[in-house]
């Protein structure tokens, strides 16, 4: 599976961005998409995932002001950011598991690029 995110950007404190994440390759289907975010000097840490039916989970990090969806007959999966904080600088990572696979960093099947997310205060 080829992942392509885009949609990052610099924004002001308290705005929104929606991220974007292209997948081609493999069946869409067959895989549980992700997002994770990894700020400077911190460790990879979970925004949330997706099935293909639509169950969703979130992590701590952004849990209540993100949104994750999918669309999948154009294969792409999004994350909606609101009440963005200058903690909330990171780079974005997409990601796509298979089911049952643990969302551990280190154990996802595969990585997107990442996109940079830029708060200012």
């Known amino acids: 599976v080829q992942l392509q995110a885009s949609g990052g950007g610099l924004v002001q404190a308290g705005g929104s961005l929606r991220l974007s994440c292209a997948a081609s390759g493999r069946t869409f289907s067959s895989y549980v998409m992700g997002w994770f975010r990894q700020a400077p000097g911190k460790e990879r840490e979970l925004v949330g995932h997706?099935?293909?039916?639509?169950?969703?989970y979130y992590g701590d990090s952004m849990k209540g002001r993100s949104t994750i969806s999918r669309d999948n007959a154009k294969n792409t999966v999004y994350l909606q950011m609101n009440s963005l904080e200058p903690g909330d600088t990171a780079v974005y990572y997409c990601a796509a598991n298979r089911y049952g696979r643990t969302w551990n960093p280190t154990a996802v099947d595969y990585w997107g690029k990442g996109t940079l997310v830029t708060v200012s205060s």
């Open positions: 997706i099935s293909w039916s639509g169950n969703t």
